[in-house]
């Protein structure tokens, strides 16, 4: 019985494994946005000590931790294409595994082959999931320690403290890389109201949690402090009031419900292919169907007058429905609830086991009827054929992504990026050259700041490759963001192009020294 146990853990690791790779050649090459932002410099500024000598090729993205930015950067550019989007989306497909794991433990004696046959296949469909699947963004990365914590603290009893600081821990670590997982650290706080023993459960959560977010995040942190007086800069920046940006915090409004009833309305908006809560199209039925099953297997508790829910049950429902609504007021965002998209598939088939129970009179039975097996199955079927993955852009790996910068660009030089997103263009320029982004609508580089004066100092001692504007080539140069230190376009000389990713070349044009500083706002 063990030896059957264990290769069965090892065939699903290895099936996990396999699928995330599959799906991460079948896709192609990552050439995301954020990638061409920030993600690609973050990272090589890490490595390369760079981020006190730029300032901001990515903008106000520039200062998030870049940790979970390393391993699409170590793989893109160590490993081949496209074995390095395949390491990168067998990574990603551990998520599977964990969600297999994860159903056990919520299922308990209902964990049948069909149960958690249909909790993997609607999580390994989930269009958020697959859209991230190879790519370098850190949602599906960090959803690996969000689950197992959370698959831990729900393992845990009252004899069982490490349990609530390991999840702490790992939840936790998972705040320390990207600050947008907070919401779980929320929910899994508020659920272990839920725990034997409340108090002592949470208490040691709080310790894992501070321990693991210090750990991954604890450095970057003290890092913006030390550079900015704000830990978390640019945001928040009403609490630390770093000089170095405007008072107050960011916040993205495009994707927040107006109205109390449009957010109720977000999951059926997804389940239908209205996209509201992303910048491109998906279709998602997975919430949408979790709380009707919600709500139907509450509605037949009440009529059937049985408990229909566990402890453990109530604990992980707290869980997912407090970091839900927390998601949901604070950013709206969908990329970043990727891990309760693949949290929905165990919500989902233990919900249906659950109302099949009390339809029964058996809540808790661990055997089902022949109908019920299936009709979880068709279930899982059903969503994952409605399901549309969302695109957030990639390129065949017939020909993948391998530019040559023209040889004019291979002097140390400073760079003045008048547009986004160009941070991935750093790692290309000659060794030695700085980059400093002046477009950044939601962090302007403030007058008289020390970003401010880094930029004016590099400028007053220049490069052995001169001073160059890079922007999106077929886009108007703005010149108003030159004016402001002093320079303009040499039209004399001829401007470098550098192919870009998606269709858009860069283009970087040599700079002059203006007749005189001119104050024309953009």
Not at 166 to 194: D, E, H, Q, W
Not at 308 to 315: G, M, N, P, S
Not at 345 to 372: C, E, N, T
Not at 406 to 428: D, Q
């Amino acid at each position: 019985m063990v030896a059957r146990r264990n290769l069965e853990i090892w065939l699903v690791i290895l099936g996990s494994l396999a699928a995330g790779a599959a799906y991460a050649w079948f896709a192609g090459e990552d050439i995301n946005w954020d990638w061409r932002n920030y993600h690609e410099y973050g990272a090589f500024a890490l490595l390369n000590g760079r981020f006190d000598q730029d300032v901001a090729p990515g903008g106000f993205q520039t200062f998030l931790n870049p940790l979970p930015y390393l391993p699409a950067y170590l793989l893109r550019h160590h490993v081949s294409a496209p074995f390095w989007g395949m390491w990168l989306g067998a990574l990603h497909g551990l998520n599977l595994a964990l969600i297999y794991w994860f159903s056990r433990i919520v299922l308990g004696g209902a964990a049948n082959v069909w149960a958690l046959a249909a909790s993997v296949v609607i999580a390994a469909f989930g269009p958020m999931t697959l859209s991230e699947v190879g790519t370098s963004f850190a949602d599906i990365l960090t959803a690996l320690p969000v689950i197992a914590g959370v698959g831990v603290m729900l393992s845990a009893n009252a004899q069982h403290r490490a349990r609530y600081v390991i999840a702490g821990m790992l939840i936790g670590a998972a705040a320390g890389l990207k600050l947008t997982n907070m919401v779980f650290c929320v929910g899994a706080a508020i659920s272990l109201l839920y725990a034997a023993r409340p108090l002592s459960a949470l208490c040691c959560f709080a310790a894992g949690g501070a321990v693991g977010a210090l750990g991954t995040g604890g450095a970057w942190a003290w890092t913006l402090w030390q550079e900015f007086g704000n830990p978390v800069f640019p945001f928040y920046n009403g609490i630390f009031r770093s000089p170095e940006a405007m008072d107050g915090s960011f916040a993205d409004l495009r994707f927040m419900p107006h109205g109390l009833w449009e957010a109720f309305a977000y999951p059926f908006y997804w389940a239908v292919g209205n996209y509201r809560s992303s910048e491109w199209p998906f279709r998602d039925p997975r919430f949408a169907i979790a709380f009707v099953l919600l709500a139907a297997t509450v509605g037949a508790g009440l009529l059937s007058r049985l408990r229909i829910f566990t402890r453990r049950d109530k604990q992980f429902l707290v869980f997912f429905l407090v970091a839900y609504v927390v998601w949901l007021l604070e950013f709206s965002i969908h990329r970043y609830a990727v891990a309760l998209e693949l949290l929905c598939a165990p919500l989902i088939v233990l919900l249906f086991s659950r109302l099949s129970g009390a339809l029964q009179r058996k809540p808790f039975a661990s055997s089902r009827p022949a109908w019920a097996s299936f009709a979880t199955a068709g279930l899982a079927v059903a969503i994952a054929l409605w399901s549309q993955p969302a695109d957030w852009s990639r390129r065949p790996w017939s020909d993948p992504y391998q530019p040559q910068p023209p040889k004019a660009l291979s002097e140390a030089a400073t760079y003045l990026m008048i547009e986004k997103p160009l941070g991935y263009m750093v790692p290309l320029l000659g060794p030695g050259s700085r980059a400093y982004q002046l477009s950044d609508i939601l962090m302007p580089i403030v007058p008289g700041g020390s970003l401010d004066h880094r930029i004016r100092a590099g400028l007053a001692h220049p490069l052995p490759g001169g001073v160059w504007a890079m922007h999106l080539r077929g886009s108007a140069p703005r010149q108003c963001l030159l004016d402001e230190y002093g320079w303009e376009i040499d039209a004399s000389r001829a401007c470098a192009v550098i192919p870009g990713p998606e269709g858009v070349d860069i283009e970087a044009c040599p700079l002059r020294p203006s007749a005189q500083t001119k104050s024309q706002s953009c």
